[in-house]
């Protein structure tokens, strides 16, 4: 007989409800979860850095830029494959994908989320994708936290509130930055900033760090040491990188959605994959820089080392010429996006966080270098440009500046950059705000009314499922049935008072109520002559089954004063929903929200 754990898991949960409190179970999860998020980010970095050991391109000088343009494709070729022979379901960016979980299907997310990522995001970036890694190791680590939380039968504000530590630890333990990681689930998942869910934060992201330095030891993945002090004279610069950054993130967004959108037009995933690869695979032998992360690249420019940070090109060019090092820069800059964007299209699974640094990074030292050699007589620090010019694009393209500030200071100990910082994150964000009304992790979400946010009103209604709102027990009429007929099959046998009408195709033509024939009902000379048709009234308003949220909803039955409204599915009548119903179900989940 095969072992079950069922048996034992069934005397532990019991054992925990006569001797652990809710709250203390919830701190000992989100340790748990910490920890088991830390250690899919450290297995995440690790076979990415081995697939990409394996293709040393210092060691092919010969066919360097040959190796740029065929091993990209070589991952996107593998990622097809696997999509195609075994995983065969989608895999959506880590951020988003979480986001839909927590505000459409209460935080179940199924688990070949745990291991889709943690081999396809490795083959993307080893083979040289022009992503990153840190939406991949959030959407293992919220996969995580929502299995565990269903193991322990934990409830859905529970389990929304682990997937968050999830995503704490997963960010802590990539950039070794606690502080920033809770930050980031705050700001990105519209966590409640409450004693009961800053303590499993600060637990999950102390365990994923303390887990990251056990395994990958102190290195940071940003190595800068500041050097030239904050001035307040160079206040103005620092708004001009601001208004820089903010039209670079509009451009970030702005190449995201389009490029996106030409990639949906082809149905087929091999087409995509052949556009795709071939489109990154030129680009990076042309640009090498936009290879991988691009950590390397942004450590240089950090250290003030353009010339390495550059490195190879196809070009014969004189990288003495500043103006050249700052065309190359902004050109890196600009096709970052690009190459991202397109990797995403041909299949490739990975982040956006990174990409944004090393457009924001190569942006803002280039900014500095204009400053500094245009021939006015002034200088600014570049290494410090270079760091805040990351603040700047990350504030901008991703709509979070807190975590912004917080992670450049964090992982780099630039705490005395902390007002150019400011400067820089309040600007970026304030502008794209205003062009780009939502982030690339939340604008499809956003359109569809599925986006969480702090108005937990509306977090309520948007996690209310439609389907249990909705009723079918409700007797059919066609537009050409007697008032006999409807009195006989209808009103005697039903305990509802409205009545759908019908017509041979199922399409809803509008409803009869029983105040409609209450007057006539008892005429019996009237059964035979008057028929549905001449009795029925159409609806003041229609609910959409595919198209409208229940922020929607509810506001059609406030504004048309209705008690009862119909459902249309694929253009055909397919139920009825009730205020009181609607209202019964906000109101328990509500409680469950607040409890």
Known sequence: ??????????????????????????YILSILIGFLSGMGTVILKNLTYFIRSLFDLNVFKDSESA?????????????????????????????????????????????????????????????????????PAVSIGAALGSNTAQLFHMNTKTR??????????????????????????????????????????????????????????????????????????DIPFYILLGLVTALASVYFSKVFFNITAFFKQFESRALRLLIGGVAIGTMLFFIPQLYGEGYGLMNNLLKGDHITAIGHTPFNVDLSNIWIVILLLLGISAFKAIAMTVTFGAGGVGGIFIPTLVMGSTLGHACAKIINNIGFGFHVSETNFTLIGMTGLMAGVLHAPLTAIFLIAEITSGYELFVPLMIVSAISFAITKHYVSHSIYTMRLAERGELMT??????????????KVIENNFIILKPDMKLGHILKNAVSKSSRNHFPVVNDNHEFLGSLRLDDIRHIMFDADKYDTVSVSNLMQVPVSLIDYDKDSMNVIMDKFKTSGAWNLPVIKDEKYYGYISKSK??????????????
């Open 1 to 26: 007989m095969p072992f079950s754990t069922k048996p034992l898991l069934r005397q532990f949960l019991i054992w925990k409800y006569k001797h652990i409190s809710e709250r203390q179970f919830v």
């Open 67 to 135: 190796l740029y343009f065929i091993l990209p494709i070589i991952g996107l070729l593998l990622v097809y494959i696997l999509k195609q022979t075994w995983l065969k379901k989608h895999i959506g960016h880590g951020i988003s994908s979480t986001l839909h979980a927590i505000s459409k299907l209460n935080g179940i997310i199924p688990k070949y989320n745990i291991y889709a990522s943690l081999i396809t995001a490795p083959l993307t970036a080893g083979f040289g994708g022009s992503v990153g890694l840190q939406g």
């Open 160 to 233: 929304m509130l682990l997937i968050g530590c999830a995503a704490a630890g997963a960010m802590a333990s990539m950039f070794k930055a606690p502080l920033a990681a809770i930050v980031f689930a705050v700001e990105i998942f519209s966590l409640d900033i409450a004693f009961v869910s800053l303590v499993p934060l600060l637990l999950a992201s102390i365990s994923a760090v303390v887990t990251s330095y056990l395994f990958l030891g102190t290195d940071v993945l940003l190595n800068f040491k500041l050097i030239d002090q904050f001035m307040v004279e």
């Open 454 to 467: 702090h108005d937990k009103d509306k977090n309520v209604l948007m996690v209310l499922d439609i389907d």
């Open 582 to 595: 609607l209202l019964t179900a906000y109101r328990h989940q509500l409680i469950e929200f607040t409890s």
